[in-house]
């Protein structure tokens, strides 16, 4: 039986910008799905809404002891006019992870699901077709009740907001230069790494700040005990190509379950790659390259699928990955998983959802 959603649509509907000008992140569509938490009552009141500000206490939880959570995924706009979803119901597992380490109630994974379908379907028109855009989905979870006492709050919203988004390499994947941090740290074992906590993003801000001062694109975060196992790019997971093997960091509890990793891993096995899921020093990174077994680096994430390393940069020590440029595996695993996300190429997996 499908849960009764109240639907108000908008009024007044905002012109929808040019797919050549969407950047990321910069225009949201007409409508939000919204659901509330009261302790006592469960999750409640589930509507899809016009897109507006939010109306919040400033003794709202959330502002004072960091309770928010998010996820993020994209709908895709096929050749033949479909919608297509990537693994939504692995975002929305992996969205209880992190609120239930945050002490967030468990939200039903099939209503976010049916939730998220019906309000695609509504703001349709907003999603690009344009080769290499998309519509970027948000769904987030914050602590809503007003009070100071250092305690899981009893009040929640549960929303969901959509923004179309351009191509994340207009001119072509080029490689990116990595700055890799052994001065701040992200994440421990035990902590919130493994979660898409709100504050596991804004711990990592500053790291990110320094690398862009020196002139990189992004951060390779180590281990915060060691400070010498390697963990994320940025946002990404990390993978390396050493001596023809795949190699990513293990899920320690410090790095994020990243759904392209696990993506990636799947695809790479499916054609005889050997795939290792190990811890991996930036010593025995270096001592790759030194030796020249190092032959390929990306990192995976939902935003640029694979994005290509070609340099790094360790305490003043450069190197560069293969010949800077894209390496063959890499090129080979984006080409599959966009055709896969496009309707354009056969969905072995099964991982592909059709908006309908």
């Given at each position: 039986m499908k849960p009764e959603i109240k639907v108000e649509l908008t009024k007044t509907p905002k012109p929808k910008p040019p797919s050549d000008s969407l950047g990321f992140g910069k225009y949201f569509t007409d409508h939000m799905f919204i659901m509330d938490y009261t302790a006592g009552k469960g999750w409640h009141d589930p509507m899809i809404v016009p897109y507006a500000p939010l109306m919040l206490d400033p003794a709202a939880l959330v502002f004072h002891y960091g309770q928010a959570v998010f996820e993020g995924m994209k709908a895709y706009r096929s050749a033949d006019g479909r919608i297509l979803l990537f693994r939504p119901e692995k975002n929305f597992e992996r969205l209880n992870n992190s609120d239930k380490r945050l002490c967030i109630p468990h939200i039903d994974e099939e209503l976010a699901l049916y939730a998220l379908n019906e309000l695609i379907?509504?703001?349709?028109?907003?999603?690009?077709?344009?080769?290499?855009?998309?519509?970027?989905?948000?769904?987030?979870?914050?602590?809503?009740?007003?009070?100071?006492?250092?305690?899981p709050s009893g009040m929640y919203k549960f929303i969901i907001i959509l923004s179309p988004?351009?191509?994340?390499?207009?001119?072509?994947?080029?490689?990116?230069?990595?700055?890799?941090?052994?001065?701040?740290?992200?994440?421990?074992?035990?902590?919130?790494?493994?979660?898409?906590?709100?504050?596991?993003?804004?711990?990592?801000?500053?790291?990110?700040?320094?690398?862009?001062?020196?002139?990189?694109m992004q951060v390779l975060w180590l281990d915060g005990v060691e400070r010498k196992f390697i963990e994320e790019v940025g946002a990404s997971n990390v993978f390396f190509k050493i001596s023809g093997v795949l190699v990513t960091p293990e899920l320690s509890g410090s790095i994020l379950s990243g759904i392209t990793r696990d993506s990636v891993m799947q695809l790479a096995t499916?054609?005889?790659?050997?795939?290792?899921?190990?811890?991996?020093?930036?010593?025995?990174?270096?001592?790759?390259?030194?030796?020249?077994?190092?032959?390929?680096?990306?990192?995976?994430?939902?935003?640029?699928?694979?994005?290509?390393?070609?340099?790094?940069n360790w305490q003043g020590r450069k190197i560069t990955v293969g010949d800077g440029g894209i390496g063959r595996l890499a090129r080979r695993i984006y080409d599959e998983i966009i055709g896969i996300q496009y309707g354009r190429l056969e969905d072995k997996f099964n991982w592909v959802r059709v908006v309908e």
């Open positions: 379907k509504i703001d349709a028109e907003w999603i690009p077709s344009t080769e290499g855009t998309s519509l970027y989905i948000r769904p987030f979870v914050i602590a809503t009740e007003a009070a100071l006492g250092v305690r988004v351009g191509s994340y390499y207009p001119q072509g994947i080029n490689p990116v230069r990595i700055y890799i941090e052994d001065e701040y740290v992200r994440a421990v074992r035990g902590g919130i790494g493994f979660t898409k906590g709100a504050a596991n993003y804004a711990i990592s801000l500053k790291g990110q700040v320094k690398a862009e001062e020196l002139g990189y499916s054609w005889g790659v050997s795939v290792e899921e190990r811890k991996i020093s930036i010593i025995e990174l270096y001592e790759a390259h030194e030796k020249g077994t190092l032959e390929e680096a990306f990192g995976s994430g939902t935003a640029a699928v694979i994005s290509p390393i070609g340099e790094f």
